[in-house]
């Protein structure tokens, strides 16, 4: 067993208000808020927390109800108390006792004290000390009140003021959908019951799974259209509705296997999970393509044969053993996606989890199921050739003869191709993963780090103003600070605003997201004092875990010495200021924060027999407050705090005044035994790995990360020089995407060394094996040209389709290759051999290329949330089976001649 967190930093999947009428908003704004939290506290919170996939729920904004004991420090000095008595006196007197039980006759009675504080009369009642017999109370010396607790975080709701909310955080290893349709259905009985006073509602304003929702959509309608153009390829191809129909059957049994799988071994039914299945639509169908279309040709051209069983199983028998070679190949080349680790490994696995599920059980329905399906469905006869495929033979066999004759103009032909496609790769942007449209957006407030919570909420109110005046937006809500849980840890200079937008039909000033993101970057850069960063709410969290910033670039320095390495940061931001594409560019806050410094002398209190944790408990409790007991109003709970009144604790001068007891029982003022100053301090010491460190860091924007960054270290190289011990490492989506390449680097090669040994074990030959994987590269070429073409960049998921492509590629080149070797062995001469394999296999080759091609294309125009990551991966497939497919039917051929060394 393990000890793991309960839930994540990405298990924040609903988050709500609590709202009243606004003719019921109490004329108090601070009770009105400490109302709202208490009920949020003590009434919703514990509801909510009951249901089965929630790991907690936190609470933002509003003030945390506390019974305040505000001690007038001139009538302490009057009946000569200490801070300290009162303190253990209101301790002392809270507390109830059990006396065990007590026999009488035949009964039995439990007997317990009762002593608990009940109300702010209970507090003012409590003796502290008595003096020539009179008792002193608390009230004799403090004034009793509620109040609201010390809060470093605050929630502004639609530039209208302070609210309070809810964040229900999921529990590690739950479904989302799951966990949040429970959630919704308690906040409906909650609403619609009568837990709340009347008038005050839960409302809703950030659901994951409303995105989650329209992510599967996206890949639902792919899923869906795909299956369709795959059935309508088919039909084209075999121009027989009984094969078609046998070879589709495919489809929805290899799914329903591949879900069964699924639910086995843990996998949920999410965008990767699907996506797979989008994916492998084409992929799935091959083999039975290879099975059926042969079967289909064995059966025209023996007749009306009373044998045919026979012949079903000799055409099957004669495609087994490349079909399985084939699928088995495509499903190794997704070994290296299920090696990679890290956040690129928790998205990309499962997908390739799934495509090898898929492809293994359409393999086994190839090999038990669709030669049955043949027997039943399909008729001997003449078969009737599909006007496309009569088409491409007319088209391909006279080119197919001139490329055999002409074997070193085709060869040289193809060389050139592949070195001008790899001449685009310098022009190729890299990226680690395309961005996720979440249909809300997160424009981070970054202000002085010495401002009040109260500043910045008024900041914060006037920054909600301007972006609700743009029609896209429906709501915004901003945390500011810290929660009392603090599970996301700010100051109260940072704050993260949700902006939740409309559908795109009421959009007037902006047509896309990025367009609205930056009028509204510009619209809040006129606020003076405050930096941004615009992000999205999933995105942001996501940067956060990855380097610990909540930006996609993040330059760390690591050092000793603060001053030199605020310097040096100033200097790097400087530098790279120019670059372009930078945005939302800053440095990290390390210092600006003041601190009021008091300095005991020693030997002053040593005069005095003071010690210096009597001076530093009086500092904690006089100024800071401190809690000796709780109050318990039924369930409730709330903390009881001793305190001096913010007059007598506001000011460096007040401070001084506070007078502290000494071993002879007389007074000093503290200004006596300290120095009080104001100074200025590090805002926080960040370190990583037991070394201090700062963080430059910015986003980009309208260019490849991988560019921005190559220039920047280019730049920093020239002009940054670095004291001894001083070093930068990169961090953010970057240091994701090069771990990802690295290791694809490593795993990649094997991968294709592990196909090559496959291939010689089934061909019994170096140079057919070899002949074979020649087709990769010439695979890539299509892929690079169409990453190329459509302005995407090389990123995580298109690495993923040039792998998809080499499974694919090598299917194409074993089926066309052994059947081949099958003609050469039945006697029939090399070159008669090569045309003949080629006509017989342009088919299927065809058929399992349009399928994959046809299968993607709703990817590529697909446009929900969700498509971003998979359409770099449709892209390079679709792009690399156009070249893979052309190589295989025209380069291949001649260089199987040229390696069997015969004249053709």
């Not at 799934?354 to 008729?379: D, G, H, N, Q, R």
């Amino acid at each position: 067993t393990a000890l793991g967190p309960i839930s994540t930093g990405l298990g924040e999947i609903y988050q709500y208000t609590l709202e009243r009428p606004q003719e019921a908003v109490l004329k108090d704004k601070t009770e009105d808020l400490t109302e709202l939290r208490t009920m949020q506290d003590w009434i919703v919170r514990p509801i909510l927390k009951t249901i089965p996939g929630v790991a907690d729920v936190n609470s933002f904004g509003g003030h945390v109800k506390q019974y305040q004991v505000i001690i007038d420090p001139e009538r302490l000095a009057k009946y000569d108390l200490t801070l300290r008595e009162v303190f253990e006196a209101i301790a002392a007197n809270n507390s109830n006792a059990g006396g065990n039980i007590l026999e009488h006759s035949a009964e039995q009675y439990l007997v317990r004290g009762i002593g608990l504080i009940q109300s702010i009369d209970d507090i003012k009642d409590i003796i502290i000390k008595e003096k020539e017999e009179v008792p002193v109370y608390v009230s004799n010396i403090a004034e009793v009140k509620i109040g609201p607790e010390t809060r470093q975080g605050a929630l502004v709701v639609d530039g209208k003021g302070e609210g309070v909310a809810g964040i229900v955080m999921m529990l590690k290893g739950e479904s989302g959908k799951e966990v949040v349709e429970r959630v919704k259905n308690k906040v409906k009985e909650i609403n619609e019951g009568e837990v709340l006073p009347a008038g005050i509602k839960i409302k809703p304003f950030y659901d994951r799974t409303e995105l989650v929702e329209k992510c599967l959509a996206t890949v639902e309608k792919a899923l869906t259209e795909g299956a369709i153009f795959v059935i309508i390829i088919l039909y084209l191809f075999l121009r027989n509705f009984r094969a078609a129909f046998v070879v589709a059957l495919t489809l929805p049994l290899a799914v329903l296997a591949a879900f069964i799988v699924m639910k086995m071994i843990g996998l949920s039914a999410n965008l990767m999970t699907l996506g797979g299945l989008a994916i492998s639509l084409g992929m799935v169908v091959d083999a039975a393509i290879i099975q059926v279309e042969n079967v289909q040709r064995h059966l025209s051209e023996s007749g009306a044969s009373k044998h045919k069983f026979t012949t079903i199983l000799n055409a099957v028998m004669e495609v087994r053993k490349p079909s399985i070679l084939g699928e088995l190949i495509i499903a190794i080349t997704f070994l290296p996606i299920m090696t990679l680790q890290g956040m690129e490994g928790k998205m990309f696995s499962p997908l390739a989890f799934t495509i090898a599920i898929a492809l293994f059980s359409s393999l086994a329905l190839s090999i038990f199921v669709i030669p049955v399906f043949c027997s039943f469905f399909l008729k001997a006869g003449n078969e009737k050739e599909s006007f496309l495929i009569i088409g491409a033979k007319k088209l391909y066999l006279p080119v197919l003869k001139k490329a055999l004759k002409h074997r070193i103009t085709v060869i040289i032909c193809a060389l050139m191709m592949f070195g001008g496609s790899l001449m685009l790769i310098p022009f190729l942007g890299t990226e680690f993963i395309p961005a996720l449209d979440e249909g809300s957006l997160t424009p981070q407030i970054i202000r002085l780090p010495s401002i009040s919570l109260k500043e910045s909420v008024e900041i914060e109110t006037i920054a909600q103003k301007i972006i609700m005046r743009f029609p896209e937006v429906e709501t915004v809500v901003s945390k500011i600070g810290t929660a009392e849980i603090a599970t996301d840890p700010m100051g109260p200079n940072v704050s993260d605003p949700i902006v939740i937008l409309k559908p795109k039909r009421y959009w007037k000033t902006a047509k896309t997201k990025e367009e609205l993101a930056e009028k509204m970057r510009e619209a809040l850069a006129r606020i003076p004092g405050i930096g941004l960063n615009v992000t999205q709410p999933i995105a942001l969290k996501v940067d956060e875990l990855i380097s610990g910033v909540k930006s996609q670039i993040a330059i760390k320095l690591f050092g000793d010495d603060m001053d030199i390495l605020k310097a040096k940061g100033d200097e790097i931001a400087k530098i790279i200021s120019r670059v372009k594409g930078i945005e939302d560019l800053r440095v990290e806050q390390v210092s600006g924060q003041s601190y009021v410094e008091v300095k005991i002398d020693r030997r002053k209190i040593a005069r005095y027999g003071i010690n210096v944790s009597e001076i530093q408990e009086i500092i904690e409790t006089a100024v800071g407050g401190k809690s000796p007991t709780d109050v318990f109003e039924g369930e409730k709970r709330f903390s009881v705090l001793v305190r001096f009144p913010e007059d007598k604790r506001d000011s460096l001068k007040a401070i001084e005044n506070i007078l502290i007891n000494s071993s002879r029982g007389f007074k000093i003022p503290l200004v006596q035994l300290a120095t009080v100053n104001l100074v200025e301090g590090p805002v926080q010491i960040s370190r990583e790995n037991s070394k201090r460190r700062i963080v430059v860091e910015c986003n980009v924007k309208g260019r490849d990360i991988g560019s921005f960054v190559a220039e920047s270290q280019a730049k920093l190289k020239e002009k940054l020089k670095l004291p001894a011990g001083y070093y930068i490492t990169w961090g953010g989506a970057f240091e994701n995407q090069q771990r990802a390449m690295k290791r694809l680097g490593i795993i990649v090669p094997v991968t294709i060394l592990l196909i090559f040994f496959l291939l010689f074990s089934s061909f019994n030959s170096l140079k057919q094996a070899f002949l074979v994987i020649i087709n990769l590269p010439f695979a890539l070429m299509g892929g690079i040209v169409a990453l190329f073409i459509s302005g995407l960049y090389l990123s995580v998921p298109a690495s993923v389709g040039f792998i998809a492509l080499f499974g694919v590629a090598v299917l194409n080149g074993v089926v066309l290759v052994s059947y081949i070797n099958q003609l050469r062995k039945e006697g029939m001469p090399i070159n008669e051999a090569i045309i003949k394999g080629c006509e017989q296999r342009l088919r299927p080759i065809l058929m399992t290329a349009s399928v994959a091609v046809f299968g993607l294309v709703p990817m590529l125009f697909a446009s929900g949330p969700g498509s971003e990551v998979q359409k770099p991966l449709a892209i390079v497939v679709v792009g690399g089976l156009a070249t893979s497919t052309l190589i295989t039917l025209l380069v291949l051929p001649v260089l199987y001649g040229w390696f069997e060394k015969k004249e053709l």
